[in-house]
DNA sequence: TATTTTCCGTTGCAAAAGCAACACATTATG
DNA sequence: CATAATGTGTTGCTTTTGCAACGGAAAATA
């Protein structure tokens, strides 16, 4: 098996060769799915971002997971237990693929080369599904607003190989992200700049420390 | 591929009949293992309990996992980024399987048949861990410790499937399993009994709610 | 381009959570 | 069995966070 499997380049290749999938263009802000108990979708998203989010009885919004090209999601990867709306929204212009998990997992009839591959390399891309969700729990589980922030604030300069680097969320949905309030996270981020942390300007970071 | 996998007895057929596997014995307290990055361990807890914590700078410990028979574990799900210590520490006497996941994704040599069938499995394994780590989210993403509580509580009451169940943990593991203060969790643990929410009989929990 | 909508930045006040400390109970251990 | 270690329950005080509200900036839309 492949850790560096391509998804894309094989997504291209045999996106239109199996009869158990749908393939389906969204728009900013609409609504890629939501997530219904037992039907058991999994879903590629071949291109764009999007996020999963939830709305709670108290009226919160939170922000589970935010996809970019190649994620993976669908209630197969969650088990719905409570009565909150989970749905994923469409942050740009989407481009998803829809499976029934089972499909994937026994394969279709015509045992395409399609689901061969993929079935192949579903581990792999579970396993990288479970090393996102444990940094986000890495996240969510620092104690203070401001150790959220520069928490995230190193994961994204990790992953940009630079201290500087755009945020992938507006202000407002990333206190929705963090699970904190957006006016207190305001307020920190001031106080991140003013103590010397960090530098921001327009939708960018700088961190300042070493 | 088998939804129900039965790991416990597979693992009772096969597990002496290949040499890239190492099966060791805790007792209670021990240390499991480390997480070293680039190491890709991938453990198989057999039998026992066994929680995944992490210390960090300010000298906040947090349960990140907490483990219970055929639970999957190492670092092979997590990408080790901060400098803060991570460790398993068995909360019972602890039977546990080692591999490094390579051994398991290529196969062995012998191609025998334990790393076929857990190879089959895999998947599916992984899938329910993914599960696992979008209850703890949903969880962890609660805005009060209220909210965690009853959260936590709910949780524990499905998969027992009543309204009343006994704590896997100590009061003081809860709270680092929750990410709060133990003593404003106690608060609200009072407060919960005060307005009728719940009983509390030693280390059993009754839901009074409907 | 005009207008509506969303987002940013800020603040005062209230509520929640954290911290530190302590007594007592329960559980391990020599 | 005596003693040590760990867990429970509580409280006063401090700090952090949340809530509500507002004006202005920026972006989307008609």
Redesign the interface.
């Known amino acids: ?1 492949n850790t560096n499997f391509d998804m894309q380049n094989f997504i291209l290749d045999f996106s239109n060769s199996c009869q158990k999938q749908q393939k389906k263009i969204f728009s900013k802000n609409e609504v890629v799915t939501t997530y219904i108990k037992n039907r058991n979708q999994l879903c590629i998203l071949l291109d764009g971002h999007a996020d999963l989010v ?1 709305y ?1 009885l ?1 009226g ?1 919004r ?1 922000i ?1 997971e935010h996809f970019s090209k190649n994620a993976l999601f669908g209630e ?4 719905i ?2 009565n909150n709306e989970l749905l994923v929204e469409a942050k740009s212009n989407c481009t998803v693929l829809f499976y029934i998990y089972d499909d994937i ?2 394969k279709c009839k015509n045992n395409c080369k399609f689901h061969q591959t993929l ?1 192949e390399n ?2 792999q891309l ?2 990288n ?3 996102d ?6 996240l ?4 203070s607003t401001r ?1 959220k922030l520069l ?1 995230y604030f ?2 994204l300069s ?1 992953r940009n190989l630079s201290k500087s680097f755009e945020l992938p969320f507006s202000l407002t949905d990333l206190a929705d992200y963090l ?1 904190v309030d957006r006016s207190a996270m305001m307020r920190e981020l001031k106080l991140l700049k003013e103590d010397g942390f960090i530098q921001k300007i327009g939708n960018r970071i700088i961190l300042l420390y070493k």
Do not use: A, Q, W
Not at 76 to 79: D, L
Not at 133 to 138: G, P
């Open positions: 098996m939830r709670d108290n919160n939170t589970v197969v990867f969650y088990t237990t409570t997992f026994h079935s579903l581990p579970i396993l599904k479970v090393t969700l444990n940094m986000r729990i890495e969510l589980t620092k104690r150790d928490g190193s994961l990790t699970s």
